[in-house]
Nanobody
Framework: QLQASGGGLVQAGGSLRLSCVAS?????MGWFRQAPGKEREFVAA?????AYADSVKGRFTISRDNAKNTVYLRMNNLKPEDTAIYYC???????????????????WGQGTLVTVSS
């Protein structure tokens, strides 16, 4: 259902763009991440408007191309603490107040690894 790509190794201060293609249009698409030894956490999501975790506000930008059923995550000024596996997620009945909750999403991609070196 969801195919994520774009991860890689980058130096601190660098940029990456993640992409996630859905097999069909989803109302809400988002990104979560899980660092080694830590729980999965919300990064950003978009419906007709975006939502961001405080830790990435001002550095990450989520956008979508509905014609391509694709969501993007542009990550600027990357920090070592951004190192994680990034997962794309999607759902069709997620209300605004639950966009940051992983349990609200029905579809998950396979994850793409982002490594930020110091």
């Amino acid at each position: 259902q969801l195919q994520a790509s774009g991860g890689g190794l980058v130096q601190a201060g660098g940029s990456l763009r993640l992409s996630c293609v859905a097999s069909e249009r989803k109302t809400v698409m988002g990104w979560f991440r899980q660092a080694p030894g830590k729980e999965r956490e919300f990064v950003a999501a978009i419906k007709s408007y975006p939502a961001y975790a405080d830790s990435v506000k001002g550095r990450f930008t989520i956008s979508r191309d509905n014609a391509k059923n694709t969501v993007y995550l542009r990550m600027n000024n990357l920090k070592p603490e951004d190192t994680a596996i990034y997962y794309c997620a999607a759902g069709n009945t997620i209300i605004l107040s639950r966009m940051s909750e992983g349990a609200a999403y029905n579809y998950w991609g396979q994850g793409t690894l982002v490594t930020v070196s110091s």
